[in-house]
């Protein structure tokens, strides 16, 4: 779930702001390329080598995207599973019940 709310959030601040691939950063025109890991958020080359990045740890946008759909996916085989162990519970308590 958490991961789900980290994805709508990145999806809406990516309309919000106009990120997404081929997008241009809206202060300076430039191609948004890095990914800022503590604002959770793309930016450009400038913005990298700027006061309000510069202390970030920054990434390719391409390897955080890889990293957050790996996290993701991740994720989801946990939440399929878990959801594969709860129904076999449920179906066994049923049995009982009956």
Sequence with gaps: ??????????????????????????????????FCQEDRTAICVVCDRSHAHR???????????????EQIQSKLKSLKDERERLQGLKLTGEKRSQ
């Design 1 to 34: 779930r958490n991961l789900a709310e980290i994805a709508k959030k990145l999806s809406s601040r990516a309309g919000c702001a106009g990120a997404g691939a081929g997008s241009l950063c809206l202060k300076h025109q430039e191609p948004l390329k890095l």
């Design 55 to 69: 202390a970030h740890t920054v990434s390719p946008i391409e390897e955080a995207a890889q990293e957050c759909k």
